[in-house]
C-alpha cells in the first residue's frame, strides 16, 4: 500500500532522514521504534507530504506521491493524527469532528460517517456540544483520532498517541486502534509506549538517527536482544 524506497529528508540544510526504505501492506499495523530525535515524527510528516523528501521516492497505492502536496496526499486517504492533537480548544467537540472530514472523498457521507464514528466513541455522543477544552486529555486524545476518522482514511498515522495520558487512559486509547483496525484501516503507528505498540503490531521498524538499522515481525522485536535493552528498558 505505501513504499518509500531510499528517502532522505531535513530542514533546511539538516538531513534528518538518511536512506529510509519500508512498506506498509494493506490491513497492516505497523510502528516506528526510535528514540526522541531519531526522525519518527519526521518520517510521518514526509510521509503525508508536509516535508519533500531531497532523495528517493514514496508511493501510495501504486502511484508515486513524492512531490505531491499535503492537500492532494491526504485526498488519497493518508492520514495524520498529530503528536499534541492540534484540536480547536475553543470549538465544539462536534465542530471539531466536522472539520476532519476534508477530505474530498469523505465531504458527501459526513453525517453518515459521524455516525458510524460515533459508535466507536460513545462518550464523545454525551460531548458533542462541549468545547473541547473543558475535556480531559483522554478524552481530548479520542476527539483527534475520531476527527483523523472522520476524513475515512485508507492510512491512518498516529504520532505518540499515549503522550501525557494516564495509564488506564493509555489502555483505552490502545483499545481503540484495536476496533479501528478492525474496521479495514491501515495503521502506522509512533509510540514511546513500545511495549505496548509493539504488542498490538504487525511489523516494525528500528529508526536510529535517520536510519532504519533493523525491521522485523513485531513478536521477533519483543524478542531482540537490542531492542529489549535500548526500548523495552529489560
Ligand atoms: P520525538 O519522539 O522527540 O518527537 P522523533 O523521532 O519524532 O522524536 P523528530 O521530531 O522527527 O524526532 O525530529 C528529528 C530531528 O529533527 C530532531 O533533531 C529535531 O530537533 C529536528 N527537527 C524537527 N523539526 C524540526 C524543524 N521544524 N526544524 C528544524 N529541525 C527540526
Not at 31 to 51: D, F
Not at 104 to 124: C, G, M, N, T, Y
Not at 167 to 191: H, N
Amino acid at each position: 500500500m505505501l513504499r518509500l524506497e531510499g528517502v532522505s529528508a531535513g530542514y533546511g540544510a539538516t538531513t534528518i532522514l538518511d536512506d529510509v526504505s519500508l512498506e506498509i501492506n494493506r490491513g497492516e499495523v505497523v510502528t516506528i521504534v526510535g528514540a526522541n530525535g531519531a526522525g519518527k515524527t519526521t518520517t510521518l510528516r514526509t510521509i503525508v507530504g508536509l516535508l519533500q523528501p531531497t532523495r528517493g521516492s514514496i508511493k501510495f497505492e501504486g502511484q508515486d506521491v513524492t512531490k505531491l502536496s499535503s492537500h492532494d496526499v491526504v485526498d488519497l486517504g493518508v492520514i495524520l493524527i498529530p503528536e499534541g492533537r492540534q484540536l480547536f480548544p475553543d470549538m465544539t467537540v462536534g465542530e471539531n469532528l466536522l472539520m476532519g472530514a476534508y477530505r474530498k472523498a469523505a465531504r458527501p457521507r459526513q453525517s453518515a460517517v459521524l455516525e458510524q464514528v460515533l459508535d466507536l466513541f460513545p462518550r464523545l455522543q454525551d460531548r458533542l456540544h462541549q468545547k473541547v477544552v473543558s475535556l480531559s486529555g483522554g478524552e481530548q486524545q479520542m476527539v483527534a483520532i475520531a476527527r483523523g476518522l472522520m476524513a475515512q482514511p485508507k492510512l491512518l498515522m498516529f504520532d505518540e498517541p499515549s503522550l501525557g495520558l494516564a495509564p488506564l487512559v493509555v489502555s483505552q486509547v490502545f483499545d481503540l486502534i484495536g476496533k479501528i483496525v478492525a474496521t479495514g484501516v491501515t495503521v502506522l503507528i509512533v509510540e514511546q509506549n513500545v511495549y505496548n505498540t509493539l504488542k498490538c503490531a504487525d511489523r516494525g521498524y528500528v529508526l536510529e538517527n535517520g536510519r532504519i538499522v533493523l525491521s522485523d515481525t513485531a513478536d521477533a522485536l519483543i524478542r531482540n536482544d537490542h531492542v529489549r535493552q535500548a526500548y523495552l528498558g529489560l
